[in-house]
């Protein structure tokens, strides 16, 4: 059974920074992507980032072009993490945030239905 536990949220003052990680257990660093979403109050689900790698696109990573140049997403197969480091946040950066892990890629690493396997989220809060 694939687990990912989100950690780092909290809350931030604008222009800060933060890094958020997704510990997995199981055979998630064999999945073919992860990803990050979050989700505001009495919004959808949004895709974040996304880190996945296939036979015929090698290793790839994806972001939202709200969060472009501001978040970085990487991982530690060492440790079977996964980090979202965030910079030069907005208020409207505040969400929960999910990790996702996918175990047969198919191209839409931006689409909540590709994903396997999700984290319970944690909460990141932007001040103005």
């Known amino acids: 059974q694939v687990q990912l536990v989100e950690s780092g949220g909290g809350l931030v003052q604008a222009g800060g920074s933060l890094r958020l990680s997704c510990a997995s257990s199981?055979?998630?660093?064999?999945?073919?992507?992860m990803g990050w979403f979050r989700q505001a109050p009495g919004k959808e689900r949004e895709f974040v980032a996304a880190?996945?790698?296939?036979?015929?696109?090698?290793?790839?990573?994806y972001y939202a072009d709200s969060v472009k140049g501001r978040f970085t997403i990487s991982r530690d197969n060492a440790k079977n993490t996964v980090y979202l480091q965030m910079n030069s946040l907005k208020p409207e950066d505040t969400a929960v945030y999910y990790c996702?892990?996918?175990?047969?890629?198919?191209?839409?690493?931006?689409?909540?239905?590709?994903?396997?396997?999700w984290g319970r989220g944690t909460q990141l809060t932007v001040s103005s």
């Open positions: 199981g055979r998630t660093f064999s999945s073919a992507a």
């Open positions: 880190f996945t790698w296939s036979a015929w696109s090698g290793t790839r990573t």
């Open positions: 996702a892990a996918d175990v047969r890629y198919s191209g839409s690493y931006y689409d909540i239905s590709e994903y396997d396997y």
